[in-house]
C-alpha cells in the first residue's frame, strides 16, 4: 500500500499561484501512477491531472490545461500540481491518488490509495 499526505493549500486571489506536494510512503511507490483530483461542495471529485510512473505522461483535464503542471519526483517520493493563473472555479478540496498502474489513469476507481485533501480557496 502507498500512504499519501497532501499538503500546500491555502487561499489565494484569483490569478495567483499555488504548489500542492504529495508526499508518499510505501515501497510500491515508483510504480504507481498517480492522480490528482478535487471535489467543490456539492459536487462530485473529478480528475484535474495524472501523472504516469515515471513522469513520462502526463493528462490535463481540460479546464486546468496550461495552468497547471503535474510533476514528480521518485528520489523524494512526492508528486506536485503547480498551479498557476488560478481562478475563482478552482476552489475545492485537492486530493492526490495512487494506483497500481504504471500508466496515468483518469477513472477514481483506477486508484486505490487516497490522501486526506488539502483546501484550496481562490478569491475574486
Known amino acids: 500500500q502507498v500512504q499519501l499526505v497532501e499538503s500546500g493549500g491555502g487561499l489565494v486571489q484569483a490569478g495567483g499561484s499555488l504548489r500542492l506536494s504529495c508526499a508518499a510512503s510505501?515501497?510500491?511507490?515508483?510504480?504507481?501512477?498517480v492522480g490528482w483530483f478535487r471535489q467543490a461542495p456539492g459536487k462530485e471529485r473529478v480528475v484535474v491531472a495524472a501523472?504516469?510512473?515515471?513522469?513520462?505522461?502526463?493528462y490535463y483535464a481540460d479546464s486546468v490545461k496550461g495552468r497547471f503542471t503535474v510533476s514528480r519526483d521518485n528520489a523524494k517520493n512526492t508528486v506536485y500540481l503547480q498551479m498557476n493563473s488560478l481562478k475563482p472555479e478552482d476552489t475545492a478540496v485537492y486530493y492526490c491518488?495512487?494506483?497500481?498502474?504504471?500508466?496515468?489513469?483518469?477513472?477514481?476507481?483506477?486508484?486505490?490509495?487516497w490522501g486526506q485533501g488539502t483546501q484550496v480557496t481562490v478569491s475574486s
Open positions: 491518488a495512487g494506483s497500481r498502474s504504471r500508466i496515468a489513469r483518469t477513472f477514481e476507481y483506477e486508484y486505490s490509495d
Open positions: 510505501g515501497r510500491t511507490f515508483s510504480s504507481s501512477s
Open positions: 501523472i504516469s510512473a515515471r513522469g513520462g505522461g502526463t
